[in-house]
């Protein structure tokens, strides 16, 4: 059985660094793990990783949809599944990203529910968002499956519509179908975070400031100008702060700050998602320096 190591942590934790190093002491593809680098054009908003680190590391699940079509956990899994399949020539494969609905479908083997985005209640719901926030459609989610409402926080949208999908769509709750089956894969899990709160949220300042001098908010004006206010846009961290902007519903600085505090939160919620996997080794990069890291992980080999 091949080994796979996943890769996973907060935004702004090095994990695209340390794959690359990883990836080319092994000989191992990448496949990403973060559901935002799936559409093309989110390139600087994501830190994406560059074209040289794409030619130089052979990367899969990255650039395979445009911004207005919807990809879904259930493809995700699926796709990555073939993609492992197809590689049996490799030793070992890299996960990567922070994700983690993405990485527990895959690698600890979630059961997904085999229903197709219905676009038509999509578009309802978040009419309803819009309109009366985001606490109105987490009361209906309640109403239906007090159990999903419990684990999908009042600001994840994208999760509070899609379980009110699979909700009504099936006609279950969402929690029961949501199933955990036996891990098909070898997985070796690798955190890194930082150890201490302030120091991730320095890295994570710096890196968006970098973004912002890159040309972030161009690049969001190009995508709203080509695709519109579609929903990965709409619901993607440093991209729906900058969209509030071009429409006149906040100042430049406001977005500006509003992106860097949901950059901050949604690195919380990430910590949380993988803190619960008891099988993650982590390490705090302030501690460790990449070589270190690597040689620890290649000791687990």
């Known amino acids: 059985m091949k080994k796979i190591i996943a890769l996973i942590g907060p935004t702004g934790s090095g994990k695209t660094s340390i794959s690359l190093y990883l990836a080319q002491k092994l000989n191992a593809p990448i496949i990403n793990c973060d559901c935002r680098c799936i559409y093309r054009g989110l390139n600087i908003g994501t830190a994406k990783p560059s074209e040289h680190e794409l030619a130089a590391v052979k990367h899969y699940l990255i650039d395979i949809i445009d911004p207005n079509e919807i990809y879904t956990v259930g493809n995700y899994k699926q796709d990555a599944q073939n993609i492992l399949n197809d590689n049996s020539d490799h030793d070992y494969i890299i996960v990567c990203g922070g994700t983690g609905l993405y990485a527990s479908a895959l690698l600890l083997n979630w059961q997904i529910p085999e229903f197709g985005p219905n676009p038509d209640l999509r578009n309802k719901l978040n009419q309803e968002a819009n309109t009366f926030g985001n606490i109105f459609i987490h009361e209906q989610l309640a ?45 070796l899990w690798v955190g890194l975070n930082t150890s201490n709160k302030l120091i991730l949220q320095e890295r994570i300042t710096q890196r968006f400031n970098l973004m912002v001098k890159a040309g972030l908010l161009a690049e969001v004006k190009h995508l709203y100008e080509t695709y519109g206010k579609t929903q990965i846009l709409s619901n993607s961290v440093n991209y729906k702060e900058f969209i509030d902007y071009l429409e006149d519903k906040i ?12 950059n901050f939160r949604l690195a919380k919620k990430q910590i949380a998602w993988f803190k619960a996997n008891k099988n993650t080794n982590w390490f705090n990069i302030d501690e460790s320096n990449p070589t270190d890291i690597i040689d620890r992980i290649m000791t687990w080999l």
């Open 143 to 187: 109403k239906l499956d007090q159990q999903s409402a419990n684990i999908i926080n009042i600001n994840d949208r994208v999760r509070i519509i899609r379980a009110i999908e699979i909700c009504l769509l099936s006609g279950q709750k969402a929690s029961q179908i949501r199933t955990k089956n036996p891990p098909l894969y070898d997985v």
């Open 251 to 262: 100042s430049y600085p406001q977005a500006l700050a509003l992106a860097l505090n949901n």
